[in-house]
């Protein structure tokens, strides 16, 4: 039962992930700053969610989602650059959550996180994302410019974590009660 379970939080993850490219592609996709870089990247919101709360079956699912993506939109980059990015991708976030771990105290269960560890573990994230992916991207001599791309990239997985963030705390947070105000006052 639980490989089931595992199977399908790593599928869930993978259409999740996927679906999330495919919209950012479509909404961002002419404004790249340079190769895979946009100015607002909200996958990495995704990527940072699916982490924190399926940790590895989070991050094995990222992983084939990139694998798939990356195969589709650069198909002459062959398979080996679809593997290593698609691993890069699920690779960072679980990385930052181990490293918030230790470093920030965030609790291995997620249980108990105040906005402010949240926002030093997105910048974490944001920041290390980048670095590994334009490591990779320059060990391959698709980024002209270390520096501007890492800084966009970083910018940009920062903005899509936290406009996912934001509408996740829409999305659960409950909507004011006008009867149990009239009654305070």
Same mark, same amino acid.
């Given at each position: &039962?639980?490989?089931?379970?595992?199977? +399908?939080?790593?599928?869930? @993850?993978? @259409?999740?992930?996927?679906?999330? %490219?495919?919209?950012?592609?479509?909404?961002?996709?002419?404004?790249? =700053?340079? =190769?895979?870089?946009?100015?607002?990247?909200?996958?990495?919101?995704?990527?940072?969610?699916?982490?924190? %709360?399926? &940790?590895?079956?989070?991050?094995?699912?990222?992983?084939?989602?990139? !694998?798939?993506? $990356?195969?589709?939109?650069?198909?002459?980059?062959? +398979?080996?650059?679809?593997?290593?990015?698609?691993?890069?991708?699920?690779?960072?976030?679980?990385?930052?959550?181990? +490293?918030?771990? !230790? =470093? /920030?105290?965030?609790?291995?269960?997620?249980?108990?996180? @105040?906005?402010?560890?949240?926002?030093?573990?997105?910048? +974490? =994230?944001?920041?290390? #994302?980048? /670095?590994?992916?334009?490591?990779?991207?320059?060990?391959?001599? %698709?980024?002209? $410019?270390?520096? #501007? @791309?890492?800084?966009?990239?970083?910018?940009?997985?920062?903005?899509?974590? %936290?406009?996912?963030?934001?509408?996740?705390?829409? !999305?659960?947070?409950?909507?004011?009660?006008?009867?149990?105000?009239?009654?305070?006052?």
């Amino acid at each position: &039962m639980k490989f089931i379970k595992n199977f +399908l939080v790593v599928a869930v @993850s993978a @259409s999740i992930y996927y679906f999330a %490219l495919l919209v950012n592609e479509w909404v961002f996709g002419d404004s790249e =700053f340079s =190769f895979d870089v946009h100015w607002v990247f909200f996958p990495s919101g995704f990527r940072f969610v699916l982490v924190l %709360l399926a &940790m590895e079956s989070g991050a094995l699912g990222i992983a084939l989602g990139g !694998i798939l993506w $990356n195969y589709q939109v650069h198909p002459d980059l062959g +398979l080996d650059f679809a593997v290593i990015t698609g691993f890069v991708a699920g690779f960072s976030p679980w990385l930052a959550r181990q +490293l918030s771990v !230790i =470093f /920030l105290g965030l609790d291995r269960e997620f249980k108990v996180v @105040s906005p402010q560890t949240l926002l030093k573990i997105a910048l +974490l =994230f944001a920041t290390l #994302s980048a /670095l590994l992916h334009q490591l990779w991207f320059y060990s391959q001599g %698709l980024t002209e $410019n270390f520096v #501007s @791309s890492f800084t966009v990239m970083t910018l940009s997985n920062l903005a899509g974590t %936290l406009l996912v963030l934001m509408a996740f705390k829409f !999305i659960i947070q409950k909507p004011p009660n006008p009867a149990a105000d009239r009654k305070k006052s």
